[in-house]
């Protein structure tokens, strides 16, 4: 087994200042059955396959159908619920429930509470994280500072979006993008029988966020800037909406620049990271920041030829595709950019032996 990476950082960094870190000691996904091919949308809008695949790398999205009794919340917790069997607990052990997303059930109550009471989680409290593509990866450090806090034990936290419900189907240079699904991580301190050794875990924490350049992806309607109306419906305002060129130009730059200031004041050189985990926006965006940071092929995670961009549950799901090549003392670098603009990287050392992992549901599938 690896030694424990030692615990504990200069205070500009975002590692805990005790010995007492959160570790990753399951994973959970869902996805839903109904699959939306190139050729679907060849039928839909004028595009190809090819076209989408030369510039997206995308093969096909998983979409969840419209039904008011299966939204965000379901997949939520229907990742939960696989999470919760693997790790062998029941869900009244769980002490809180983050959930990110940017296409809740509702407004309010969160998707949270609803998950909280869909998986009988009677002891826990919960909220909704909203930073888009970022926000598994706010909600993972979030969790993180309430288990190294010393107040809760075991933090559930999930990144889940039905992308399909505020996706323009008549919009071709946005609907090749995004499918639905969920991802789900238990963090609980690395010091617990769940984990291979005190100080596994998060290591260390880069998050920025700039708010000037908000209109290059967002959602204009539906919020108090402008609630629905009548008008807001035809002209297709709740709908999600992209300036592309920008968008794709500082993904790249801001991913880079998170991963490399992640590597850089923790001195590690490329072959000291086992994989990099980054949001699954565009398979040119992922091979352009790997480039910059120096990192190989066979180090990043790419599984959005399958998936499509799912916004926050891109990184989980992610993780649940390579549970089981991963072993305790592996350090993933996750990073992230989305909507607001959000951004950021995180430093996760790995806490178990994904080899073991049994569950009726598991699959292996850890290829693009």
Not at 93 to 111: E, K, N, R, S
Not at 188 to 216: C, F, I, K, M, T
């Amino acid at each position: 087994m690896p030694a424990s990476p030692a615990a504990g950082s200069p205070s500009n960094t975002g590692s805990p200042s005790n010995n007492r870190t959160a570790a990753v000691t399951a994973v959970g996904h869902f996805l839903p059955e109904k699959r939306l091919t190139n050729a679907d949308l060849e039928e839909m809008v004028d595009t190809s396959d090819e076209w989408i695949q030369k510039r997206t790398g995308i093969r096909e999205r998983r979409i969840l159908p419209p039904d008011e009794d299966k939204a965000t919340s379901y997949m939520a917790a229907r990742a939960a619920d696989e999470l919760l069997e693997k790790r062998g607990l029941d869900a009244g052990q769980l002490d809180a429930i983050i959930v990110a997303t940017v296409t809740p059930d509702m407004l309010f109550p969160a998707t949270a509470c609803l998950v909280q009471a869909e998986i009988g989680a009677d002891s826990a409290f919960g909220f909704d994280l909203s930073a888009a593509c970022s926000g598994f990866l706010y909600a993972f450090n979030t969790g993180a500072h309430l288990v190294e806090s010393g107040r809760q034990e075991k933090v559930l936290v999930i990144g889940a979006d039905t992308m399909s419900s505020i996706t323009d189907y008549s919009d071709r240079s946005t609907c090749i993008l995004f499918g639905d699904g969920a991802g789900a991580v238990l963090l609980e301190p690395s010091d617990s029988p769940a984990s291979a050794g005190n100080g596994y875990g998060l290591q260390d924490a880069y998050q920025r966020v700039n708010g000037a350049d908000w209109h290059d992806l967002h959602q204009p309607a539906g919020g108090s800037r402008k609630p629905p109306t009548h008008g807001t419906v035809e002209r297709h305002e709740h709908f999600l909406k992209q300036n592309g060129r920008p968008v794709f130009k500082q993904a790249i730059k801001r991913m880079a620049e998170s991963t490399e200031k992640i590597m850089q004041r923790n001195d590690l050189a490329p072959e000291d990271v086992r994989y990099l985990v980054p949001h699954q926006a565009n398979r040119r965006i992922i091979e352009a920041t790997a480039q910059q940071t120096g990192l190989p092929d066979e180090k990043v995670m790419i599984n959005i030829g399958r998936y499509g961009n799912t916004t926050a549950a891109t990184i989980p799901l992610c993780l649940h595709d390579w549970e089981r090549q991963l072993r305790p003392g592996d350090r993933l670098i996750m990073a992230a950019y989305g909507g607001g603009f959000t951004w950021g990287a995180n430093l996760v050392s790995w806490a178990y032996n994904g080899a073991e992992v049994t569950t009726a549901s598991e699959t292996l599938g850890a290829s693009s």
